[in-house]
């Protein structure tokens, strides 16, 4: 199962380990291009070690978002080029409860 992630500039997954598997091989392609990825709560372990990992304080601890960058910005970026900080898990914990 692949999927045409050519047009994609920036990837966020909210899939199970089965379906991230599934798209495994579109994922690696689309990072080779230089495309960050995310995924929320599973990781990817083709997609190598994640750049950075974002918890919220307001989520259980197993709620995590995993960033993969094949180009990682300086130290004082994020994975996508955004200043990390605790603003970024605060911006995290508010967008998940958004559904609440």
């Avoid at 380990?17 to 599934?22: H, M, Q, R």
């Avoid at 094949?70 to 996508?80: I, T, V, W």
């Avoid at 080029?81 to 911006?91: I, N, T, V």
């Amino acid at each position: 199962c692949t999927i045409d992630l050519a047009p994609a500039t920036k990837i966020f997954v909210y899939l199970v380990p089965a379906g991230l598997d599934c798209i495994a091989p579109s994922l690696v392609a689309a990072q080779s291009r230089g495309v960050p990825v995310a995924s929320y709560t599973f990781t990817i372990p083709s997609l190598g070690q994640p750049a950075q990992t974002l918890i919220a304080e307001t989520r259980a601890p197993e709620c995590r978002v995993w960033l993969y960058n094949p180009n990682p910005a300086p130290e004082a970026k994020g994975a996508f080029g955004a200043p990390a900080s605790g603003a970024d898990l605060a911006a995290v914990g508010a967008s998940s409860n958004a559904g609440d």
